[in-house]
């Protein structure tokens, strides 16, 4: 009966050592995507800030002349 | 992309509670599982595979038949969170199964004296392990996300029919695995067990609940991620035709 206590050990062993990887790839991936989300964020911000309004042609043409 | 954050989704506070009440109801589970449940007469200590091996085999169940309403839902509605929440739980009843396959076979070394054995419930039980992975690689082998979701559900309802098969199995064929412990006419072992049994199920039940919900967002925040590229990529591309046409 003692001997069988190693399949007891092994099988608890396994069983969260996959749940500890598979806990940590969740956690990874939820990290790198806030990340992800964060630059795409930060890159728009430029973008929703007021844009100048365009000039018309004949303003450019005489400004240049 | 404000929807971007974990904290944005609804009941982002109460997954954290359940991701806690998990791992304490996790605890109290180990702690029955070894030192308040008696050892089996027969079995002796290696029975206690049981408490890991029968609630992540139901919890698995419970998150293929999610995928399966998932996969019905996104067929009728179009709404792409089914096939999110579809996916999301196809990815953890995976990984239970895996758990379930792996702890069975360490029990049954020493109780059968073989790691493996064709028998009907381990066969079914292997069969939807690999639908399940079949799910996954259909995914990826389709790269129209629209068609790969509505393939992808047609998978996850056809292959839940194995579930009912592998609960049956050992009432319909001869097997080397045991019958139901626990049923409609009373549980075929101590009360103690019984209590150790529904704790660690309770345990299960809300691992899976705290993946879940993260896994949700992580497939919900990728769709959202890459319908953004593709609006900002189309923004792009209407730009540089507008500049073009000027010139």
């Known amino acids: 009966m003692g001997d069988n206590l190693i399949y007891l050990f092994v ?29 795409l964020e930060n890159a728009e911000l430029p973008a929703e800030s007021p844009a100048p309004a365009p000039r018309r042609q004949e303003q450019v043409e005489s400004s240049q002349a | 992309m404000k929807q971007g954050s974990t904290r944005g989704l609804p009941g982002w506070r109460f997954a954290q509670g359940v991701g806690v009440l998990a791992g304490v109801v996790m605890a109290i589970a180990l702690y029955m ?17 049981f408490y890991l091996h029968v609630p992540m085999a139901w919890v698995a169940f419970l998150a293929f038949f999610v995928t399966f309403i998932g996969g019905i839902g996104y067929l009728w509605k179009r709404h792409r969170g089914w096939d999110q929440l579809a996916r999301a739980s196809a990815e953890i009843g995976l990984v239970f199964t895996t758990v379930v396959l792996l702890s069975g076979s360490l029990w049954g ?30 995914r990826s082998y389709v790269s129209d996300p629209e068609r790969a979701a509505r393939y992808a559900a047609v998978l996850g309802i056809f292959g839940f029919i194995d579930v009912p098969i592998i609960y049956k199995s050992v009432d319909w064929w001869r097997t080397l ?28 039940t809300l691992i899976y609940a705290y993946l879940l919900y993260q896994r949700y967002w992580i497939e919900r925040t990728k769709d959202e991620i890459a319908d953004y590229q593709y609006r900002m990529y ?7 035709m507008r500049e073009g046409a000027t010139i």
């Open chain 2, 109 to 138: 070394k020493p109780i059968w004296g073989t790691w493996w054995t064709w028998d009907a419930r381990l066969t079914t039980t292997l069969l939807l392990w690999f639908i399940y992975l079949a799910y996954f690689m259909l």
């Open chain 2, 33 to 49: 599982a070894f030192v308040y449940a008696p050892a089996d007469a027969l079995q002796g200590d290696v029975q206690r595979i």
């Open chain 2, 177 to 204: 695995h045991p019958g139901p412990v626990v049923s409609t006419s009373g549980a075929a072992m101590p009360d103690s067990m019984v209590y150790t049994l529904f704790v660690a199920l309770a345990a299960t």
């Open chain 1, 11 to 39: 099988a608890f062993l396994i069983t969260w050592l996959i749940m500890a990887a598979y806990l940590w790839s969740i956690g990874r991936q939820v990290r790198n995507l806030r990340d992800e989300v964060q630059a």
């Open chain 2, 234 to 240: 189309e923004r792009q591309l209407e730009r540089e």
